[in-house]
Each structure stands twice: as structure tokens, then as C-alpha cells.
């Protein structure tokens, strides 16, 4: 398997970058189960992600003229953000981020209020019976660290949208992280996301040329 190392400053530049490396470098090949099964997708095998300073603004990519944006900061603030973390879920949901995280986000908090120096202050979403599911969950595990200084996440996703999935995950997770970080009373720090299934769907991949200029 080919490990991608991807090191960037912020959100905008870590979605550019992952754009213009997949498709260049990605595996390319047709889905036989889950997600849009019957169509291609370019795949990283492996990619590790890591942003220094997630919090600068925007948190949401910036386009191209011509070209739609993603997502916008409005919909990550109105609808992904209490998604993934309360414990709400529509009627037509199976699951949501946020009744795993929820009650996880609240322990750690307490957790860090008695001393930064832990390796179990890591939140999980789903359980045994989630490969049941039809659309398992993407997002399996929010890790923590509190080190100089600052709080810092590193994140895994089973499978992963690079296009519009990608961007709303992050900027969400990124103002999670901020929330944290007030709480116990440290800066916020750095982001590590990692996955085995960061991909582009072929409907994405015109427009993804256009945002990465090939």
C-alpha cells in the first residue's frame, strides 16, 4: 500500500492539496458495494493529513470563480455542527455522529479538568453492530492529546468524500475542537486526520480538475 503524507497549514490548503494529489496519484477503480456502487472513484490506499493551524479563516474552502463552492459556513454551523455533537437524530437518520460524541465530548472535558497527562480521553462513534448497516459510519474515532500547551485531534474515517465530505468533517470537528479547548483551558492546537478511504467520486472529478487547476 502507498502511505501519502500530506503537511499543510490550514483546512483551505489541506482540501486543495488532497484534490490535486488523488487525482494525480490515486487509485482509480469501480465500487463494488456501498456508496454509488457500480461507479469509479479515485482513492488514496493510505493518507495521513496533517494541518498545523486548522483554525485559520475561512474554515470552509474557497473556489475558483465558476466553480460551486463545496459547502458554505452557514450549513457546517446550522446543520453538520449539531450533528455531530448532540444526540439529536431527524426520523430519517439511522445514526448521527453526535449520540456517540455527545456524552464522550462531556467525560473528556471532566477528564481534562483533573490533568492533560492521558492516553484515554478518545471518542469512538459506533459499535459491533454498525457493519449491519447499510452506510456504516465514515467517521470511527476522534483522538485527543493535550500537549504544549494546546489541544490537538487526530481523526479516522473508514471512508471518506473528499469533495464536499472533507470540508464540512473538518471545519465541524475544527470547532469542536475550539469548544474543547475553552473548557479545559488551553489553546487550540493541530489536526491529524488519517483514513484508508479519502476518495473522489467520477461525478466530482471535472469539477475537481477545475479547482486544482488540472
Known amino acids: 500500500m502507498e502511505i501519502t503524507f500530506i503537511k499543510v497549514r490550514d483546512l483551505n490548503e489541506a482540501w486543495w492539496k488532497c484534490i490535486r494529489e488523488v487525482l494525480t496519484n490515486g487509485y482509480e477503480y469501480t465500487i463494488d458495494s456501498g456508496s454509488y456502487a457500480g461507479q469509479k472513484r479515485k482513492e488514496f490506499d493510505f493518507v495521513v493529513v496533517h494541518i498545523e493551524h486548522p483554525g485559520t479563516r475561512p474554515l470552509v474552502p474557497t473556489v475558483p470563480e465558476g466553480v460551486p463552492p463545496p459547502t458554505d459556513i452557514e450549513y457546517v454551523e446550522r446543520d453538520y455542527l449539531p450533528y455531530l455533537m448532540s444526540n439529536l437524530k431527524q426520523a430519517n437518520e439511522t445514526y448521527t455522529y453526535g449520540e ?8 473528556i472535558v471532566e477528564m481534562y479538568k483533573k490533568g492533560f497527562n492521558t492516553n484515554q480521553a478518545t471518542m469512538t462513534v459506533g459499535n459491533r453492530d454498525s457493519i449491519y448497516l447499510s452506510d456504516p459510519p465514515c467517521l470511527r474515532i476522534i483522538d485527543t492529546r493535550v500537549r504544549y500547551g494546546k489541544l490537538h485531534y487526530v481523526v479516522y474515517f473508514r471512508s471518506w468524500d473528499l469533495y464536499a465530505g472533507f470540508p464540512n468533517n473538518l471545519a465541524g470537528i475544527q470547532m469542536m475542537k475550539e469548544c474543547m479547548a475553552g473548557e479545559i483551558g488551553v489553546e487550540d492546537g493541530e489536526i491529524i486526520a488519517v483514513s484508508k478511504g479519502l476518495h473522489l467520486y ?3 472529478w471535472e469539477v475537481a480538475r477545475m479547482v486544482a487547476g488540472l
Open 100 to 107: 456517540d460524541i455527545e456524552q464522550q465530548f462531556l467525560e
Open 202 to 204: 467520477e461525478h466530482n
